[in-house]
């Protein structure tokens, strides 16, 4: 632990998190020792050719599992904990540390993975001191917008790094405590080597707001509602989902459930307490009916507009169980994810034509963010006092933001380090740079499966979307090599109908004159041509000519 123990420089190598907000990866290494602050996943946008979400790449990691230790899991979001089911398919073992809440979601997440034999999960307490050979990491509590959020102070032998996670200063959370201060104070005072402190709202500059504001705002909604109460939020904030239960209980309300997540996390939340009084109120979907209208309050998921969410059903007038009516009140109490906007704002429009009221952040407060803003992110700065600094969790310009906040609390500019995803970061007790880069790449992954899908594929995919596909179908003897029947042209997504027609007439022809010198060829006795990529080749040619695009050509010959 002192600088003296130091031989050589400790290695922090951010995989994901840096210069996007989202799949959250750190590798630190030192010696024979390596653990990972965070494993998560980031989710593409939402309709981006099938692509459901990113996980780093882990090749790193594969290439020195032996050194693996441990992953450190600073809280439950998927941007955290998402990625940590395939690191583990991919063989890197290790025991992942979580706080108690992180541990529930990510067994439920194991779960669905079969992989609760081989995990080895170990819940921590806030406080707690977890000693490896290098690396000794103390857990600190920090207010976020799930419950048990961790920052991490981690003694090493070049000296201390404090990870701040996701954090935000909340004096009032709903659940929970207040963030431990006093612990990253006591840190300042020993001496910090590194401070890496979350960028996400840099840009803002008044003090976040506390969760429990929320309280208010909900309940003047609640006792005024006229009819149904839709509250849509995301699944993981127990905090938020307490107050609902609590609320309905002092109203008179009945709560019901809508989508899987959400289920999952009320009974995680009610297992550890956090989330009180929902066998007196909770009410199956089935049961709405049995009730009058205003009484009841639906916890929906869907608030990103996601496929197949129970809000977005309800919005497409397509749910089962639960239909908008007039004098329905939708509330939407989260923040409209980067990428979303579109899909949300249609989800928005459809609600309103089902004749629901909906309130959203843009016309009414009723949601907080998780973040720190520029007052507490500057707190952080001076309570921890560190020798150097790097900006974490935010697009690159968040880290810049935050890196010049980091100058202006008096680290020097030199010490002051803006890393993005691939850099490789050495730390001595003296010197913290950038001495490598590795070319980032990602993993994509689709479908329920979660199978990987290649650049190459995703290429393939997008050519196929902006230009269409062209099938050209031959049949031959397999003997003789002569064409049997074909060319018969088949196309998707080429062109307008009424063109299409006479340009696969023209097309065959093309194709035509191509197999015409083939068996030319053929008589002669020696085949010189490739007749599939000859195919491709002219047909790609024709429709450039006549689209003014190249669509993705298959010529298929089928011997027989
Ligand atoms: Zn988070």
Redesign the pocket.
Known sequence: MTKAAATESLKIIPLGGLGEIGMNCMILEYADEMIVVDCGLIFSDLDHFGVEFGIPDFTYLRERKEKLRGYFIT?G?E??VGALPFALKSGLHAPIYASNFASLLIQERFKEYGLTETAELRPFRMGQKIELKHFKITTVSVN???VD?AALIIDTPVGKIIHT??FKMDPTPFVGEEIDLKAFGRSGEEGVLLLMSDSTNVERHEHSMSESIIYQAFERLFAAAEGMTVVSMFASNVARMAQVFELAGKLGKKVALAGRTMEQNTRLGAQVGYVKGVEDVLISLDQVGNYPRDRIIVLSTGSQGEYRSALLRMANGEHGQLKLQQGDLVVMSSKFIPGNEKAIGRMINNLFKQGAEVLYEAVHDIHVS?HATRPELKKMLELVKPRFFIPIHGEYRHLVHHAALGRETGVPDANVVLAVNGDVIELTPESCAITEHMEESRILIEGREGNDISKLVLKERRQIGETGIVFALLVRNAETRRIISGPEIISKGLAAEGTEGFLIEEARDVARRVIIRYEDELRGGAVHMDLQEEIRVELRRFFNANLGKKPVVLPVILDL
């Open positions: 809280h979001h941007d955290h976020h917008s799930i959020s996670g996701d998780g």
